[in-house]
């Protein structure tokens, strides 16, 4: 009776002892799902892509026009990126805070620029990196996490605002 007992508990034991699988085990350290973990990431790269290609235009560009667009570019990505940062300290998200290598190499592209062509080349830039960030953010509003949709719709004001400045700057150039 003993020995049968003992199998019981041992098999008891084993069966708690199962392996959970991982896909359906939410984790405890962060409760920001994969899209907005890519949301952070990418709103973060981006904002540093956008950033490193405004502060080339101020350095690069004559057009008033151009500089004036390069400076609220700046100003307003650095206050943006300061909430993703703070948003991915809170949720335990680590981002890599460096330039995927197909910004780095838009902004190679734009450096090989000059004159007209670099401004041109600026505002094209500009509204394809604004029309996919605005899709982002506005996806984004529906996230599950409520700090995720907080700031994405804290910041689609500007960004549409950017977008459309960026339409109207890449137009008045042509």
Do not use: W
């Not at 405004?54 to 700046?74: E, G, H, R, T, Y």
């Amino acid at each position: 009776m003993k020995k049968l007992l003992y199998c019981l508990a041992f098999a008891a034991l084993l069966s708690a002892c199962e392996d959970t699988p991982r896909e359906n085990v939410q984790s405890t350290e962060t409760d920001v799902d994969k899209s907005g973990m890519l949301f952070v990431e990418n709103g973060i790269k981006g904002g540093l892509a956008e950033i490193t290609a405004a502060q080339l235009a101020k350095n690069s560009s004559d057009n008033p026009k151009v500089i004036a667009f390069a400076d609220m570019i700046i100003t307003d990505h650095d206050s943006i990126g300061k909430e993703l940062k703070q948003l991915a300290k809170d949720k335990d998200v680590v981002v890599n805070n460096t330039l995927s290598a197909e910004q780095q190499e838009m902004i190679n592209q734009l450096k090989a620029k000059k004159g007209p062509g670099f401004d041109a080349a600026y505002a094209d830039m500009m509204v394809m990196d604004h029309d996919k960030t605005v899709k982002m953010f506005e996806n984004e509003t529906h996230n599950q996490t409520a700090a995720v949709q907080k700031v994405a719709e804290d910041a689609l004001p500007k960004l549409k605002k950017h977008l459309q400045a960026a339409k109207d700057l890449q137009a008045g150039l042509k």
